[in-house]
């Protein structure tokens, strides 16, 4: 069996779906307090909903471009466990709020691989798709053969236009350490579909057994 990829379900707005998502087997829920998002929470939305994250869940907020100090106020008020970065803001400029640390990244070109691949250990690259106007949640693939470098060289989460349909796929190809979905699993922005998250677990799950080699049903056989 392939390692276990962990899945992180992001712009999550309603109880319901949060509930859903950790009824699947979720590791990581996400809430995006970015005012541009379709999918954004205040900060008393976002404690109601954390407050249905039980303990072995990380509650991740996503963050574009924030004052490191509002950031850290929103960490401790909400209860986050993880910062999502996916502005211009550079990480260690963060590191004051105490939380671990995710930073998006495109991978617009191979000589950017070289560049995160030696970020600091403590900082994990999301390699998603590139957009200006909506940071995330866009529904676009990311460059998967550049992912897939950078996750030879270490852990990375891969984000960009992730469905039920793609992501066996994405996962034997680029093996990262976890996947994060959004759009992908979605009725509309924010209202995601317990169908599509059900379809979603299973194929991650499913493309974690390898099938077998005609060669090693020969010898099975023989």
Known sequence: MTPRVRVKICGLTRIEDV????AHGADAIGFVFW??????????????????????????????DMPPADVAVIAADVGLDVIQLHGTERAEDYAGAARRIVKSVSLTSDAEIADVAAWPDNVLP?????????????????????AASLARRRPIILAGGLTAANVGGATQDVG????????GVEE???????????????????????????????????
Do not use: C, M, Y
């Open 35 to 64: 005012p541009r998002s379709p999918r954004v929470v205040n900060v008393e939305q976002a404690r109601q909903l954390a407050r249905s994250v039980p303990h072995f869940v990380s509650r991740v907020g996503v963050f574009v």
């Open 188 to 222: 509309r922005p924010g209202i995601k579909s317990h169908a599509k998250l059900a379809a979603f677990f299973d194929a991650v799950r499913a493309a974690r057994i390898r099938p077998e080699s005609d060669v090693e049903r020969r010898e099975e056989h023989s």
């Open 126 to 146: 999301i390699v998603d798709s590139h957009d200006d106007d909506l940071r995330g949640g866009t529904g676009r693939v990311a460059n998967w053969a550049r």
């Open 19 to 22: 509930k859903a998502a950790v």
């Open 176 to 183: 990262p350490w976890a996947v994060d979905v959004s759009s």
